[in-house]
């Protein structure tokens, strides 16, 4: 009861971002900025440039915080940072920053799992689902299907064997000459493709289990880019941005139905920033219908990396006895 207001710190990756969670009343306020510009150039995100941005964001974001919401330090409980994964320096930017407010506050602390930010942030909405259910984690890292029992109760049905969902999206998106975050831009350039030009494959759909291989996809794509000497034809691109975008969503679409008919589940959640894709959640909506099931998804903000996500799952945590007060070590591989 004590533990009522946390502060959220998340710099896993390329996103700078604090938020405050209170008990009762939700998200009093969240700030993030985003590096999304910085990296844009290099096409995909520099660690150490990273880093050196969270240092330099981090404690003005705290202080637009407080202003925006009229709190100080004093009113907060307890501090939740991410612990993993992530990148290495960005995650110790948030380890070493929130470690020491805790300390200087004399409040608790906890590193928390990104994914499992991830996981709870569709929780944040009105109506949120109760448990057990079972979660779509879909982001630029990680690609999973999981069976939730209860916090902290997390069975891995299924995941990625080589790139991860928003992976494919990056990648892919590269190969078209579009900028990097690739998912977005994808999206945006299939809006203009048109039905059944191009045929991609929906990997490992025709064999049992719930496991995703994105790889080939991607390969797939290279080669019907170059075979059709589209690169300079836009309505080419537009294509297979399109087709590309079918055979992604077609997949997640049918391993999350499985999921559901082998746990015997009524509940998804969908998670990560590839959450945030129109197109995945209008498939899975008419899945939801058909079959008779419930989805849930986070608000557009807290799909991709926020601090939101970050402090209700350290709220979540602490309350249920966790903390790890003078302890921030990072885990920049740290399974869920
Ligand atoms: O969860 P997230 O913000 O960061 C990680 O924890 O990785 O996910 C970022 C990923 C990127 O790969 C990005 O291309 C993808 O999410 N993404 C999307 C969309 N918005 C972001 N993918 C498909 N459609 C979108 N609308
Ligand atoms: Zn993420």
Redesign the pocket.
């Known amino acids: 009861p004590d533990l009522g207001r946390v502060l959220g710190i998340e710099t896993s990756?390329d996103e700078t971002a604090v938020a405050v969670y209170a008990a009762g009343e939700g998200i009093l306020g969240h700030v993030l900025h985003s590096q999304v510009d910085d990296h844009a150039v290099y096409g995909g995100v520099v660690p150490e440039l990273a880093s050196r941005d969270h240092v330099r964001k981090l404690p003005g974001l705290v202080a637009e915080l407080f202003a925006q919401t009229g709190l100080s330090g004093r009113d907060i409980d307890a501090v939740a940072w991410t612990r993993g994964p992530g990148l290495p320096g960005a995650l110790m930017v948030g380890a070493g920053f929130a470690r020491s407010f805790a300390w200087a506050a004399q409040v608790p602390a906890i590193g928390v799992h990104?994914m499992e930010g991830?996981l709870l942030a569709p929780l944040l909405e009105p109506n949120p689902p109760a448990m057990p259910l079972v979660a779509l984690l879909v982001?630029?890292?990680h690609t999973q299907l999981v069976q939730v029992a209860g916090l902290g109760r997390y069975h891995i049905l299924g995941e990625s064997l080589d790139d991860a969902a928003?992976?494919a999206?990056?990648k892919t998106a590269r190969l078209l000459d579009l900028p990097y975050?690739?998912?977005?831009a994808?999206?945006r350039l299939a809006a203009r493709g048109n039905p059944g030009e191009i045929d991609l494959p929906r990997p490992m759909t025709k064999r049992p289990g719930m496991d995703f291989s994105f790889s080939g996809l991607k390969t797939a794509v290279l080669h019907c880019f170059r075979e059709s000497c589209g690169g300079a034809n836009e309505q080419r691109r537009a294509d297979i941005a399109y087709a590309f975008q079918e055979a992604m969503v077609d997949t997640l679409t049918i391993k999350c139905r499985r999921a559901l008919q082998h746990t015997g589940c009524r509940r998804l959640v969908v998670a990560?920033?590839?959450g945030?894709?129109a197109r995945l959640r209008e498939r899975l909506d008419q899945l939801a219908a058909g079959d008779g099931f419930s989805v849930h998804y986070p608000s557009l903000e807290y799909c991709?990396?926020n601090a939101a996500m970050i402090a209700y799952a350290g709220y979540l945590r602490l309350n249920a006895g966790g903390g790890d007060n003078l302890d921030f070590t990072v885990r920049p591989r740290w399974p869920l």
Request: glycine share 30%; aromatic share 4%.
């Open positions: 990756c990104h991830h982001s630029g890292g928003g992976e999206f990056d975050p690739g998912g977005p994808i999206a990560g920033g590839v945030a894709n991709t990396d």
